[in-house]
């Protein structure tokens, strides 16, 4: 992008080089005109020039295409970078394995991943197009960049496919686990369906057997438990759908492979379970609450019937029967009672069936029902044996009076019936015949109780005469008399109802003629009037009133002529019952045919009368109709006048086409009524030739139809040619208003002050813009063409609303005007805010890549020396790199010159504003530099320094270990090659001089740089100082000690020589033989004198050796030194500390004059070398050190007194000396410092420490203000004991001057400035105890 906004530029430049070359050209026209002669080289250098041009131009336009290849090429890389990030991210987020734990849960994941799905379908174009391009960049290609972008695109290939393999794996996941959360909810509800049913069955009262129940049982309670209970199994039969619905969800996740399909399949079978013993259960107590019901139910029958035989046993039992009075009576009763028993003996036995019933299939009731069963069987017999009795006592005690009250009784009724036959009337009408016949059916009724007393009187004359035969020709008398009497008596009654039933025929024949009679009266009347109907519908409704249904096509009014078919039944019946009466020869037959012939003759003349209405109501149906369709005509043809007649006006096109479509629909439905109004003609025709008594009145109304009807087409025609110019108007309005519309549309588009919000935006406004102006020149021209040509057409065939017409076109032609010069306002301002936004995109894009620059500038110096080199060679590719953006900022102030002439006020203001953030930026950009140049080449020296002292450390440890290690000699010889190695060493250390004496300079350099590490650096160089020293002394000390034991193993060399001498003479001085002759004497003393010459000789080694040695001396010497150490051990020690001290004087920092402290409570400042922190991870202190430490533990002020707190944004460096820490960003905490801890929490109110940090000793810490640490201000550093560091911003420099005092307060040492990473010189140099130790006893060798 940047580099087209400069090729932009560069034709920009390019135009004003074309003006001048053509200048040029000019120029050179009239210089041939001038100056002939030299004409030719004037053509050459010209044709140079434009040879030179047209290159320029291909090049630019080469490079205008490779620039947008590129631009192409890169944003086609960016877009993938981004949809691989954005496939990664998708792929994170589809591979989520979080299981929905409800079915809220599910529902809401599966919706998530469903958004994914509508996601991933917005990425699927871009991927097409991404990877059509992809191809097409990659096609042919072997460049390792293309090869490896065509990997990418596989790899994107790979990654998509995966992405949606992916998704389909965690929908059908997502889908599963929904269908499980459903089938638990459902697999839920049924449980609790189950475990109410269970829960019921638990509670409902049912006996567990049948024959022993509860006192409180009653048929109507049980009754209600097999209610309650089949209301219950109606309900269990409900939700039996409900769990096989659960069971079937489960069976097809379970086929379909379900991930849970165990745990679907263990619940659906408990379900399944449950279900099956609940259903069993319900069955089981059904029969039990069936059993009680039948038990109940016989019991309730048991106790009915005890009661009813207690009633009985009673009424048996009672004594009235002994008064003879109403013995008649009594004896009627007891019959009676007797026949009631006998009916009811049924019931007994039905009742010791089901007993017997009930104990076969449960016997378990047989202690209950038998006593039941033995007790009824025993009240019925007793019940039989009363009645029986008692019957017997009434009969046998008053059977003659009984007998004689019975004839009576008898006798008596027979006389009550005869004077009832004798004194009857005759019946005079219907009304008294009915009544009369109603007497006669009781008569008959009490005859045939009175009839059965007379069979018993047989029975009881049998038994009297058995009693008392004395009396049996009265009894016989007596019985055959009352019997004579009752066979007499019925022969009357049966004539008395055949001669009613006669007399009621009748009377009922002539009261049936009477009312047809009526009826046909009451018809007539509608059958003879001569209301025809003055309209069809009059006309319809009396004819369906005349008409049958089947010639009407309705049944649902009876009419006229159907109630008379309907009532000719009924006549014929009447007819038939009086032709019955004359055939049977009854003394009123003329009279009964003359009524029969008078209803005949009227049911006739109603026929007629009926027949001949129709035919009537025919003919003015055929008329009606006529007119009914020719006012329907009329007033049709009078409404479309009225309509075509109106002045109404469409208000809009809308409205003018909708009237033309009306119109034309009405123009048509005109031309199609011509064939209505030609069949009114035929019809009127027709009623015309057949002579209808209305054909007159008919051919004057056909007339008037025709007359309407040519009307009605005149107007029709006219109204359509005023449509259409109404039309043609307001078309031509709608068109002019949509111009003007589309005007004022573009108008607010041309007329907007949007100049854009950044170079982007007024580069696409621009553009918009000009394809905008275009768009609208091209096709507003052409629109307002047309429309001024409508409005010419318009107003030249002489319109009626021509003024308006010219008036639009006026309006028209203005705006279009306007519109223009609008355009030509914003395509103006549209380039003075471009070049203006261009300019503050060059300037925030430059901006941006300088702190882009400043960004990538990282703060890491490297960890060793290659590290650092590679960074100093990075650092020196960045700085060549920022030489193209040096010319940026060039080209930006250039630019900011030109704009500030051209702008005035606060525009100018901001155009020196972002030059100045520019020109500034770029300046601490170049200090930035130039400091990281400066630190990494600090930071080299640095690291070269800590190499070579490294190295020299190692080689020092190298030599002491070969001068310690080297084996113990056995005689001088191995000595003397100890002394010459012990020598070559000194030789390799007088050749290292030199390696010390640049590394030392360098590290004297680097303090005098003070750079950071510096700390590390001045210990490093004490460090090499001294234990250069220590290597000099044990050289040293190990040359004496060499010494020592050449000049020992001498003196044992000497002593074995001196030793071996002696014993080498001892046998000759203790030889006894003196000799035995003088020659033998003589000999003997020449030796002698030879011994002794010897001897004198041997004297001075002798002496040698008593000599006291080196060793032995130097050993006295140590002696005294220690006993010296002992008597005055702090002058020793003050001597070796300023020995010390000298050594290592040079790489001291100069002391700081004490700074007074205001307050008291400040503790004593410690004398501590270059810091506060002893070196206690060695465990050697030195003297002078022991009293610091005492001061620094004795401070003025307690810290237990110290307690600080307060907001702080804490950042964690390292863990310890060796270890960065993990998360070393900026966390905004809250801390304590009490005592010598110290504490951070979330914030105040919330007590918890972040992340579970332990809590901090501040115990041997150091704090003081991040002098190397330039990102944040107001930075302080604490250092702890154990190589943790911690950098902690306040929110001023008072603040932090607090917080250091305070935790100085509690450390016990002075603030200093702390750099990171700096180590503290300790008070006493590692390894001195230890070289003092080993002085004392460095190869010591006694004498043996």
Same mark, same amino acid.
């Given at each position: ?56 131009? *291909? ?58 799905? *509508? ?26 960049? %293309? ?85 219950? $199994? ?7 759908? !409900? ?11 379970? #086929? ?14 408990? $379900? ?64 009676? &009672? ?65 007998? =004689? ?17 004798? +004194? ?84 009922? &024949? ?37 008409? /049958? ?101 469409? !208000? ?61 087409? @005149? ?21 002019? @208003? *949509? ?53 010419? =057409? ?45 300019? %503050? ?6 901006? #941006? ?17 290659? +590290? ?72 080299? @020296? ?84 001294? =234990? ?44 006894? @033989? &003196? ?24 004297? #001075? ?16 010497? !140590? ?33 700081? /004059? /004490? ?74 905490? %809250? ?37 190397? %640490? ?42 200093? +400035? ?9 008070? !006493?140099?590692?390894? +001195? ?16």
């Amino acid at each position: 992008m940047t580099l087209q906004r400069r090729l932009s530029g560069m034709e920009r430049d390019l135009a004003a080089i074309q003006a001048k070359l053509e200048s040029l050209q000019n120029e050179a026209e009239k210089l041939q005109d001038d100056k002939p002669d030299e004409a030719a080289a004037i053509r050459e250098k010209i044709a140079e020039i434009n040879n030179v041009w047209m290159d320029l131009k *291909d090049m630019l336009k080469d490079r205008d295409e490779k620039l947008g290849e590129a631009g192409e090429l890169q944003r086609f890389l960016g877009n993938l970078d981004h949809f691989q990030q954005w496939l990664s991210r998708t792929q994170t987020t589809v591979a989520s394995e979080d299981i929905p734990n409800s079915l809220a849960d599910a529902e809401k994941l599966l919706n998530q991943h469903q958004q994914l799905k *509508d996601e991933i379908d917005a990425y699927a174009p871009e991927y097409a197009k991404m990877k059509e391009f992809g191809d097409k960049v990659t096609e042919g290609q072997d460049d390792p960049q %293309y090869m490896f972008l065509r990997q990418r695109l596989q790899a994107l290939d790979n990654g998509w496919e995966e992405l949606l393999q992916m998704w389909e794996n965690r929908q059908h996941l997502l889908s599963q686990s929904l269908n499980l959360q459903m089938y638990l909810r459902d697999a839920k509800q049924a449980e609790v369906l189950l475990n109410q049913q269970e829960n019921f069955l638990s509670k409902e009262e049912v006996p567990s057997t049948v024959g022993h129940l509860d006192k409180q049982n009653t048929l109507e309670a049980a009754e209600n438990l097999i209610k309650a209970h089949e209301a219950f $199994i109606t309900t269990t039969d409900a939700n039996d759908e !409900k769990i096989n619905a659960v069971l079937q969800f489960a069976n097809r996740l379970i #086929e379909d492979n379900h991930y849970a399909a165990d745990k679907i399949h263990k619940k659906a079978e408990n $379900i399944n379970e449950r279900r099956d013993v609940n259903r069993q259960r319900v069955y089981e107590q059904l029969e039990r609450l069936k059993d009680q019901l039948l038990l109940q139910q016989f019991l309730q029958e048991c106790d009915e019937l005890r009661d009813w035989l207690h009633d009985k046993m009673a009424a048996a039992q009672d004594e009235t029967y002994r008064d003879a009075k109403n013995l008649h009576s009594k004896y009627l009763r007891h019959q009676a &009672f007797e026949r009631e028993i006998a009916a009811n003996k049924e019931r007994l036995q039905h009742l010791m069936e089901s007993g017997e019933t009930l104990l076969k299939e449960k016997p378990e009731t047989r202690e209950q029902i038998e006593p039941i069963l033995a007790s009824l069987s025993e009240q019925w017999d007793e019940l039989e044996t009363t009645t029986k009795s008692k019957a017997e006592r009434l009969f046998d005690t008053n059977r003659a009076v009984l007998y =004689q009250q019975s004839c009576d009784d008898i006798d008596g009724w027979i006389n009550q019936l005869e004077t009832q036959i004798i +004194s009857e009337e005759s019946a005079k009408d219907l009304t008294t015949v009915n009544l009369l016949m109603q007497k006669q059916s009781q008569l008959e009724t009490q005859m045939k109780m009175k009839e059965q007393q007379v069979t018993e009187l047989d029975e009881q004359a049998i038994i009297l005469r058995r009693v008392d035969p004395k009396q049996e020709a009265v009894i016989e008398a007596r019985k055959a008399a009352v019997a004579e009497r009752f066979a007499h008596i019925q022969q009357p009654l049966v004539k008395r109802r055949n001669e009613l039933e006669k007399v009621k025929r009748i009377h009922q &024949f002539i009261r049936d003629v009477e009312d047809e009679k009526l009826w046909i009266d009451e018809k007539m009347p509608i059958a003879m009037s001569n209301n025809f109907g003055n309209s069809l519908l009059s006309n319809q409704l009396l004819t369906k009133k005349n008409q /049958p249904p089947t010639n009407r096509g309705s049944g649902r009014h009876f009419s006229l002529q159907t109630e008379i078919e309907n009532h000719e039944p009924r006549i014929m019946s009447v007819v038939e019952v009086g032709q019955t009466l004359i055939a049977e020869e009854h003394p009123q037959s003329e009279e009964f045919k003359a009524l029969i012939d008078d209803l005949l003759k009227r049911w006739k003349d109603l026929n007629d009368a009926v027949e001949k209405r129709k035919d009537r109501l025919n003919l003015s149906d055929i008329a009606q109709q006529y007119y009914y369709d020719a006012s329907e005509a009329e007033a049709w043809m009078s409404e479309q006048e009225l309509y075509m007649m109106g002045d109404e006006r469409a !208000k809009d096109e809308i409205g003018a086409q909708n009237f033309m479509k009306k119109h034309q629909a009405l123009e048509n439905a005109v031309e199609d009524y011509a064939d209505v109004v030609r069949q009114l003609g035929e019809r009127s025709r027709n009623l015309i030739e057949t002579e209808h008594p209305e054909s007159d009145q008919i051919a004057v109304r056909q007339s008037q139809v025709d007359k309407l009807y040519a009307g009605l087409k @005149d107007l029709s025609h006219e109204r359509k040619s005023k449509l259409e110019e109404v039309l043609k108007l307001y078309v031509l309005q709608r068109e002019i @208003d *949509d111009i003007m519309q589309w005007i004022a549309e573009r108008e607010l588009v041309a007329g907007s002050h949007e100049l854009g919000q950044d170079f982007e935006h007024v580069s696409m406004l621009k553009e918009r813009f000009k394809e905008f102006a275009r768009d609208t020149e091209s096709i507003g021209t052409e629109r307002v063409s047309a429309a001024n040509e409508n409005c010419d =057409q318009l107003i030249a065939v002489e319109h009626s609303d021509a003024a308006a017409i010219a008036e639009w076109k006026d309006n028209l032609n203005e705006a279009w005007n306007d519109l223009l010069e609008l355009i030509d306002t914003r395509t103006q301002m549209l380039q003075a805010s471009w070049e203006l936004h261009k300019f %503050y995109s060059e300037c925030k894009d430059t901006l #941006e890549r300088i702190v882009e620059k400043q960004n990538h500038i990282p703060e890491e110096l490297g960890r060793d020396a290659q +590290s650092v080199a590679a960074l100093q060679r990075k650092h020196a590719n960045f700085e060549n790199d920022l030489v193209t953006l040096g010319a940026n900022v060039q080209a930006v102030q250039e630019e900011s010159v030109r704009l500030q002439a051209g702008y005035a006020g606060d525009r100018c203001l901001e155009i020196q504003n972002r030059e100045r953030e520019v020109v500034e930026a770029w300046k601490n950009l170049h200090f930035r530099v130039q400091s990281r140049k400066a630190d990494l080449a600090d930071a080299s @020296d640095l690291y070269r320094f800590l190499m070579m002292v490294r190295d020299l450390i190692h080689w020092m440890d190298d030599i002491n270990r070969q001068m310690k290690t080297q084996e113990k000699p056995r005689d001088v010889s191995g000595v003397e090659l100890l002394m010459n190695n012990h020598q070559s060493l000194k030789a390799e250390i007088d050749a290292r001089e030199e390696n010390f004496a640049i590394c030392i300079n360098l590290g004297k350099d680097l303090l005098e740089r003070n750079g950071f590490r510096v700390e590390e650096v001045r210990e490093k160089l004490i460090q090499v100082t001294t =234990q250069r020293q220590d290597m000099t002394d044990q050289w040293e000390e190990r040359w004496e000690h060499l010494q020592l034991i050449l000049e020992v193993y001498q003196f044992a060399r000497d002593a074995a020589v001196a030793e071996s001498w002696l014993l080498a003479q001892e046998s000759y001085l203790q030889n006894p @033989d &003196f000799g035995d002759t003088l020659d033998a004497v003589e000999n003997l003393i020449k030796k002698h004198e030879a011994f002794e010459k010897s001897a004198s000789t041997q004297e #001075e080694r002798f002496i040698a050796l008593e000599k006291l040695t080196s060793f032995e001396m130097r050993t006295k010497e !140590k002696r005294e030194a220690e006993q010296y150490k002992s008597e005055h051990p702090e002058e020793v020690a003050k001597e070796k500390e300023e020995r010390r001290r000298k050594l290592i004087e040079e790489f001291l920092p100069p002391e700081q /004059p /004490p700074t007074p402290e205001p307050e008291p409570e400040v503790p004593v400042q410690t004398d501590v070398v270059d810091g506060d922190q002893p070196a206690v991870e060695e465990g050697q202190v030195t003297a002078e050190a022991e009293p610091v430490a005492e001061a620094a533990a004795q401070p003025s002020t307690s810290t237990e007194n110290v307690h600080h707190e307060g907001m702080l944004t804490r950042k964690h460096e390292w863990k310890n000396d060796e270890e960065k820490a993990t998360n070393r960003s900026w966390d905004k905490i %809250y801390v304590v410092v009490y005592g010598n801890t110290l504490t951070c929490y979330k914030d105040k109110k919330k007590q918890d420490r972040i992340h579970h940090d332990p809590i901090l000793s501040l115990a041997s810490a150091n704090c003081g203000k991040a002098t190397d %640490y330039t990102k944040r201000p107001h930075v302080f550093r604490i250092k702890l004991a154990t190589g943790g560091e911690f950098l902690f911003q306040a929110k001023d420099e008072a603040e932090m001057e607090t917080w250091i005092s305070q935790i100085g307060l509690v450390t016990g040492t002075e603030p200093v +400035s702390a750099s990171g990473r700096s180590q503290t010189l300790p008070a !006493k140099m590692e390894g +001195s105890t230890d070289k003092e130790h080993k002085k004392k006893g460095f190869f010591t060798l006694k004498k043996k």
